[in-house]
């Protein structure tokens, strides 16, 4: 058993119902104390519970979790592996379900598991990942939210996500770095640590080596963190990512784009990250892997993500090694 005192009230989304998201959840409240899960409310398709519960070996614990009817999908739509529109449909309607439980003070926070973008795109909805969603649901710009990956020892707060480099560059400016910077602030204050130091990356190779490879950090990065300065932050940048990541001297570090925020956490922690969308008035988490569409109903797939983003959103940060 893992023991999460039940600090704070979770909504569990499950995801992808064609994906591992409902082995997964289910899976990790079998492995909690009857105290933790106790305070996780299950939102999604209660026929794909039921079944995945079955087919785990879990049957006996379906009727102790507290669930909420969200996402509901048809039988012949509910198939383990297939990439589906209703199941993207179920997807978002069992993670809006959930984040609006946490806006009406019902519940703290929401943990969503894994969806599939393409299946999401494929029922009509706009989207680019959960905090896309977190946005809409919230009723904030897109651009005032962000990802923040918590794996391996690190927390990396992304500037942009999942768009092209080249629409990326276009979009950065010092207020979109000054926004993200904060709201990894209030993150980290949420998770327990104060005052963060925070190491800024670079757009450029070595932060642009004095315009050398460039003007953008000057032009972006620099005034950003010259009026973070001025509000008190402790920042520290722009700096080549591959250098400023090697001396592990902060408590928060700024990825300007997908990959160099992705890449070192998923080296560090394989199937174990949790992400967060940050920035809105309602505080969900993702874990940092796929659907896993290819051992999705196959009984294989690890919880060990999951666990430690409930640990994460319960309060106990400091006992999960992140």
């Known amino acids: 058993m893992i023991a999460v005192p039940p600090l704070r009230r979770l909504a569990l989304a499950t995801g992808d119902p064609n994906g591992i998201g409902p082995e997964i959840a289910l899976k990790a409240l079998a492995a909690l104390d009857e105290s933790a899960r106790d305070r996780i409310t299950v939102f999604g398709p209660a026929e794909v519970l039921r079944r995945t519960a079955a087919a785990c070996g879990l049957a006996s614990l379906w009727p102790r979790i507290r669930h909420v009817e969200a996402g509901t999908l048809g039988a012949s739509d509910a198939v383990p592996g297939r990439i589906d529109a209703a199941a993207g449909a179920s997807t978002i309607a069992s993670a809006t379900a959930a984040l609006q439980a946490v806006r009406a003070g019902e519940l703290d926070a929401v943990i969503a598991c894994p969806h599939h973008e393409t299946a999401i795109h494929q029922a009509g909805i706009a989207f680019s990942g959960y905090p896309s969603l977190v946005a809409r649901v919230c009723g904030v710009p897109e651009d005032e939210v962000f990802l923040l990956l918590v794996g391996g020892g690190l927390r990396i707060v992304h500037v942009t996500l999942h768009e092209s480099v080249r629409t990326a560059l276009d979009r950065l400016t010092p207020a979109l770095v000054a926004r993200a910077v904060r709201a990894g ?136 090694n992140t």
């Open 185 to 320: 602030v209030r993150a980290c204050a949420l998770l327990g640590v104060n005052d963060p130091h925070i190491g800024v990356f670079g757009i450029n190779p070595h932060a642009s080596e004095g315009r050398l490879f460039g003007p953008e950090d000057q032009g972006i990065v620099a005034p950003a963190m010259a009026a973070l300065r001025a509000e008190g932050y402790r920042v520290d940048g722009p700096h080549g990512a591959d250098m400023v990541l090697s001396q592990r001297r902060h408590d928060l570090y700024v990825a300007m784009l997908h990959d160099q925020g992705h890449i070192p956490i998923k080296l560090l922690a394989p199937n174990a990250a949790s992400a967060l969308s940050i920035g809105a008035d309602a505080l969900l988490s993702s874990v940092g892997h796929g659907s896993a569409m290819d051992i999705a109903g196959r009984g294989i797939a690890d919880p060990t993500a999951l666990l430690r983003t409930i640990a994460l959103l319960s309060g106990e940060a400091s006992q999960v």
